[in-house]
């Protein structure tokens, strides 16, 4: 099991996540964040976190992010993010945690 970041992370990237991941799962790219999947501890602590309810739970997702598999599994080619960092705020930005 693991948790995965999906679409709406895309161009947000708030990282609150990363922030409370006791592990150091979180992986950043340019305009998301990924999570690896052989360092997650299935915690919880990360999902309540993010303001665009970008994260899920591999046990219970939408079948619209079900790609985001694959992307997560990528993670680990991305540096770690462990820090809160000032969020993306881009245009594919859909979600305003306001
Ligand atoms: Fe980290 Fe826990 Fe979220 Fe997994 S579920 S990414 S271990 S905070
Ligand atoms: Fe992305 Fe939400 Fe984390 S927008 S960076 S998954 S807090």
Not at 40 to 58: F, K, M, N
Request: aromatic fraction near 10%; glycine fraction near 2%.
């Amino acid at each position: 099991m693991t948790y995965i970041v999906t679409e709406p992370c895309i161009d947000c990237k708030y990282t609150d996540c990363a922030a409370v991941c006791p592990v150091e799962a979180f992986h950043e790219t340019p305009d998301r964040l990924l999570i690896n999947p052989d360092v997650c501890i299935d915690c919880d602590a990360c999902l309540p976190e993010c303001p665009v309810e970008a994260i899920y739970s591999d046990m219970s997702y939408p079948e619209k992010y079900a790609d985001w598999m694959e992307k997560n599994a990528e993670a680990e080619n991305y540096p770690i993010i462990s820090t809160k960092q000032p969020a993306l705020y881009g245009p594919n930005c859909s979600g305003d945690p306001e």
